[in-house]
């Protein structure tokens, strides 16, 4: 349902160093409209496949998407469709492949989304509010700075999630390397073949799908590791058609938040679960101070009633525990 972001997608391919050997569009679109507008561009090696109602929904299309793919493809790269790219994106991420026979998985990095910035020589950072890495800092957003004061930071760099889950969202800096994580973002992200013949996207996520990226990329940890290359650059525009709507939005974050972290430790300490519930709740109750903070009242209200609602359904209904274990199933 996003055509116009598609084909700026598709002409940042166009112009690409290395070109893509197979490009396909697994459209859930309700309407023509995309449809329409590939056939009035042309571009190469594209194969565009509009799925029915029984393939609708991002787990899905990405699953029925790699059952067509041609049997010579070794490297399986993942977009959204409100993204574009800087003209060696491709080029770096089967560099970063070619360069490590234990990397699985890789992903690059939104440069228009980037706010990491160069320390300044003898000036003190508030650790509270800014995060120090190599030789920058980057400003910590209120969510951040709360759970900063209140001890429930994450340990671990970005990337990484921690036993409790709620990691570092804040990216890498562009200095040109490549750094291990554990998650890639569904934006961008890239993964050997062979890894689909073992794993697909989980069944448990349906429709938008929120977090089956963090999914998939905690599974596949299983066959090597997953890295950052931030020299593999693009944008991203977060265009808002096609998304769910706020109350539902917030349900997702928690309860499928709640489902990843227990893919990542299925047996959490109570340690762990209290930090884990703590944060959800302070998160929480942060979304629902935007009220004040933003035009739109009624978006951050309905989220916050969401997020309510998926917390308290985690003690009466937690998502089905037999989904979550690392098998060929999923």
């Known amino acids: ?12 391919v166009k112009n690409q160093t290395l070109y893509p050997d197979e490009i396909l569009i697994i459209d859930g679109s309700t309407n023509d409209e995309t449809e329409s507008l590939l056939k009035n561009n042309s571009f190469k ?24 793919l041609n049997g010579g493809s070794e490297i399986i790269c993942f977009l959204d469709d409100d993204t574009v790219l800087e003209s060696n994106y491709f080029e770096e991420i089967i560099k970063t492949f070619q360069n490590n026979s234990e990397v699985t998985g890789v992903g690059g990095v939104a440069i228009n989304e980037n706010k990491w910035k160069i320390q300044e020589e003898g000036k003190n950072y508030n650790t509270k509010k800014y995060y120090l890495f190599e030789e920058y800092f980057y400003p910590e957003g209120l969510r951040n700075i709360a759970r900063n004061y209140f001890g429930l930071a994450s340990n671990l760099g970005p990337g990484k999630m921690p036993d409790y889950s709620h990691g570092r969202t804040c990216g890498f800096p562009l200095t040109g390397k490549t ?4 998650l890639l973002i569904g934006m961008s992200m890239a993964f050997r073949k062979k890894i689909f013949d073992k794993i697909k996207f989980s069944k448990f996520f349906e429709g938008y799908g929120l977090y089956e990226d963090a999914d998939f990329s905690l ?8 890295v950052i290359n931030t020299n593999a650059k693009l944008n991203h525009f977060h265009d808002p ?32 679960r209290l930090k884990w519930n703590a944060i959800t709740i302070l998160l929480t109750l942060i979304r629902f101070s935007n009220i004040i903070t933003e035009k739109n009242k009624k978006a ?14 985690l003690l009466f209904n937690k998502p089905n525990t037999a989904l979550k274990k690392l098998t060929t199933e999923q």
Do not use: C, H
């Open 1 to 12: 349902m996003r055509p116009q972001p598609l084909l700026s997608l598709l002409q940042s």
């Open 241 to 272: 058609a096609g998304r769910p709507n706020q109350f539902k939005y917030g349900k997702m974050v928690v309860r499928n938040g709640w489902y990843v972290w227990r893919i990542k430790n299925p047996k959490p300490d109570l340690r762990a």
């Open 300 to 313: 951050p209200l309905t989220e916050y009633l969401g997020r309510v609602f998926g917390w308290w359904s």
């Open 179 to 182: 750094y291990e994580v554990d």
């Open 45 to 68: 090696n594209l194969k565009y496949i509009r799925v029915s109602d029984e393939n609708r929904g991002l787990t899905k299309q990405r699953n029925f998407g790699i059952s067509k």
């Open 219 to 226: 599974r596949a940890l299983q066959f090597g590791k997953n």
